[in-house]
């Protein structure tokens, strides 16, 4: 019986590592249609919702950001519900954001803001386990 040397579990190491390697590229390129066709499809998806909301809701155009923050916050909150109904929750605190942006007064901003931190009076706390 013979016995392999260092030199020889060091070759079938590499050899296999190799194979592993080779094996995992290939998996790789062989995964990437389905990626790219499933990367295509949520596109499309997200354009048809995109166009149907600012469709339904024009006064929205410009607010894109606003628009898109809300969505998330509600889905984020709601993930099972579907997309019309998720939109229509959603449409009165995306007017609130679009009413609140347009409240503010982004030009008179200070250069010199008065960077002062003056301390405040804490509430007083009744309760035993400290919540206010």
């Known amino acids: 019986m013979s016995t392999l040397s260092k030199e020889d579990v060091a070759v079938m190491i590499k050899a296999a590592k190799e194979e592993f390697i080779l094996a995992a590229i290939e998996r790789m390129y062989l995964g990437l249609p389905d990626v790219m066709g499933a990367l295509m499809a949520n596109h499309a998806v997200a354009l048809e919702r995109s166009k149907k909301i600012y469709a339904d809701y024009p006064e929205f ?10 969505l998330e916050q509600s889905e984020f909150k709601n993930p099972l519900l579907e997309f019309d109904k998720l939109l229509k929750e959603a449409v009165p605190d995306i007017r609130k954001r679009i009413d609140t942006i347009k409240s503010l007064n982004l030009d008179t901003v200070s250069a010199n ?3 002062q931190f003056q301390p ?10 400290g919540v206010i």
Do not use: L, Q, T
């Open 113 to 115: 803001p008065d960077r």
């Open 61 to 70: 155009k410009g607010h894109e950001d606003s628009v898109k923050s809300v």
């Open 120 to 129: 405040i009076d804490s509430p007083k706390i009744n309760n035993p386990h």
